[in-house]
């Protein structure tokens, strides 16, 4: 059988005129590649054989692959073989589960740019297991299948909260194992249910799945396994069965059923039994199969054209003595295809024939952001369909936008992200990506394309700034008031053209410091400033502002945002009662049930916290001498540096508890007190991100003289990677009978407890006593609905009014009050205190400005009254 498959091969690549090149990539890669990914800069991220090892190869500065360069990336914190793998709308990876290593229930976070993995959220009491994923057009990830906590569900990875969310049962079944999923026009989700000739599809506007029809024909092979599924440009898709089999689906394009049919029969015996294709820029699917419902070698390749229905074998790039299922396809933005036969020696084939002319994609707008980077507008930027697949348990998708620059000083690329989520085949809508010119791009007029699986645009002029502002990122600074922190942030600005140029600075924020406002840099030269915080005589509030870089010569833009909150420093505990729930497990605690110290805090998930110190064996992800609630339950905070809360016993009820069932609860004041402020630490689990909405709760106060408030919002969103933590750290663990103690901290810093301070005296809500505080918890859409939402600690900044005298010498007023605040006041008078009717004598004075001298035209007049009156700062 092996010896007919390779005179097979031998003879069609002799009568076929159509076939395309093979070229081996000039330097071996440093280890066997198995999985390959194509980052947004148009490098690709390739992995070792089922260990944590990856390696990035770089095309030379011709943008040729075949002639490009092997550096080693930093290593995976998991050793993984068979896993989920997505390149995120922001650039960044995703990876999950593992048929084998011992990654099988983790996912991890890979940051390109920093060349730093990060732990993702751990899926507790279960395994990814041969698992599909699909990055959805929200941006999130699809991911499946579950063992066995969830078992009749896929999950969700919601990227902005860092966590899970599980799916809806599937409309038949209990899981994926060993499917392939296709990303249709109307971003739904098409899979051939295990192990039998059912489908449904995944729709993510309904967030649930549904029935989608029987297939005419078997494509599980008898050893349970699949092959790749394509979307057509005809707009039907294709499967590649594990069988001989093939079948089309033609969609219905709504929730009704699309339609099967049979699809022309794989020659030779052969099928793609896990095994990767490749959607080329022709149009064709290059195709690597073995003997059907086998896992045996050889390895054959086939183009299959979807036009003629038709599989034409071609030459492979070796001997093929390797069974198909350990091979692996990349398109690549030149058009080309990486092939890997899980070896250190990789492939480039460059198919013939014109480019699919359907998925070209189209630019329509190109200009500068404020912040030195471009955006990038067109359509088809997704390309037709999601580039190379495979069975199941391997994603190389490259449905999105990749920028390649050129001219004779050579190829390069830019990084993108940003682009709105992942779709396929939408030439009608209108799409963006952001992107920046890496440093070592000369100055220049380029050809730049935008390229979508390999199909490149039409090219634009484009001319990138030859000045490069490093880093291009915003000052972004919280202290509290009267701080002594001190705050710098170091630019590097780079001439990377030809010639000299000039550039300037203007800095709109007057409460920072630069040392240089401008000046002149050769070509290639570079040049340093500073950006000081200047924080003399600040009240509290948010102060904007930016630093606007210009090159003068060419006049492009940088514009780099500046924010500094200036928050109460002088936040100490307030005393409450009303707390209605333990969530912490106290260091004290034995291993075993966690039931008798405390109980869930996320009760979907069983996750609750726990005393730094705690001896838990299992642990994972986190570092057990660092995270943990303090154990002096006192928190000062990490967002000011100075307001302080003090934390209710672990051993007794700690949070204000609540839930979808029971929204709001009230705490009330040991001893009604009128504050200038008050700072709230809460937390939510699986609720929504900072950036959605639903993020924040409310509060209202009552007033020892029966008034309300009108209603306050608190920030509350989900417990992982928002901003505005007062308490980092936190960790979490598992609170059911693991037989011992499992913590779980997946992102090293995180849970995290947010901090909310509301300015009352802005508000004039700070002389009258408080007598208790209702809060009501975020509520959250959809996927991210909060299921529990906890308030921890209250601080405040006890109210002073501020003393006033005064002295008169002939026609003048001599005005003295105590600094007590530096809170802005309103210096008024009135001639008459039964009729209340003050008069402003100038616009403002603050605490630290203790006299005043005031002119009083009316020397006579002794019933005179000054009063200084709180005004917003």
Known sequence: ?????????????????????????????????????????????????????????????????????????????????????????????????????????????????????????????????????????????????????????????????????????????????????????????????????????????????????????????????????????????FFLGGTTNTAFYTPSGTTNRGTWAAGPIIPNGLGAPDAPAAMMANGKILCALGPAGTFSSPTSFYEYDYVSNLFTAIIGPDDGSYPPFITRMLDLPDGTVLFSGDSSQIYVYQPDGPLLSAGRPTITGLVTNNDGSYRLTGSSLDGISEGAAYGDDAQMDTDYPIVRLTNSSGVFYARTYNWPGAGVMASNTTMTTAFTVPENVPGGVFSLFVTANGVSSSPVPF???????????????????????????????????????????????????????????????????????????????????RLAFSNVTSHFPHTLPANLSVLFADGSPVTLTGFNRDVVVERTAAGGDTAPYAQPFDSVNAFTFFEAGLSAINYTGGNPTVEGMPTNRLVTSALDGATVFQLMPYNANNALYLTNGSSSGTLTLSTPTAYNSLSILATTANGAAASQSGSTGTLVLHFVNGATSAPLAFYAPDWFDNAGAGLTHVGEIYAGNYGAFYTDNPAGNDPNFYQTTINLAALALNTNKITSITFTMPSGTGTYSSTATGIFAVSGSVFQRPSLSAARNGNVVRLNWGAYTNQMYQLQFTTNLALNSWINVNSAVTGTNSTMSVTDTNSTDLQRYYRLKLSSP
């Open 1 to 237: 059988m092996r010896a007919g498959i390779s005179v097979l091969v031998l003879t069609s690549v002799f009568f076929s005129a159509t076939a395309g090149t093979w070229t081996p990539v000039a330097n071996p890669a440093p280890d066997n590649i198995s999985t390959m990914l194509l980052l947004s800069d148009g490098t690709v991220m390739a992995a070792n054989d089922g260990g944590n090892s990856w390696y990035r190869l770089t095309p030379d500065i011709h943008g040729s692959y075949a002639a490009g360069t092997w550096t080693t990336l930093a290593s995976m914190r998991d050793s993984r073989l068979y896993y989920s793998s997505d390149v995120l709308t922001n650039g960044q990876v995703f990876v999950a589960g593992a048929e084998y290593g011992t990654g099988t229930n983790s996912s991890e976070l890979y940051d390109p740019v920093a060349d730093r993995w990060t732990a993702g959220p751990t899926l507790t009491g279960g395994q990814f297991l041969d698992s599909e994923s699909k990055l959805l057009a929200d941006g999130n990830v699809l991911v499946a299948p579950v063992y066995p906590v969830v078992s009749g569900t896929a999950v969700i990875y919601n990227v902005a909260s860092n966590r899970f969310f599980t799916t809806p049962h599937y409309v038949r079944g209990s899981y994926q194992d060993e499917a392939c999923w296709v990303k249709l026009p109307d971003n739904s989700i098409l899979t051939i249910d295990p192990f039998g000739t059912n489908s449904e599809r995944y729709v993510p506007s309904l967030g649930a799945w549904i029935d989608d029809g029987g297939i005419p024909v078997s494509l599980y092979a008898s050893d349970g396994e699949l092959g790749p599924g394509f979307l057509l440009p005809d707009g039907r898709a």
């Open 463 to 545: 001319s990138p700034d030859p000045l490069r502002i490093s880093p291009a990122t915003a000052i972004s600074w919280t202290i509290g008031i009267g701080s002594t922190n001190s705050f710098t942030k170091t630019y590097t600005l780079t001439n990377a053209g030809a010639v000299g140029l000039t550039w300037s600075l203007v800095n709109t924020s007057g409460w920072f410091n630069l040392s240089k406002t401008g000046g002149t840099l050769a070509a290639g030269s570079t040049t340093t400033l500073t950006a000081s915080l200047n924080v003399t005589n600040l009240s509290t509030g948010l102060y904007t502002g």
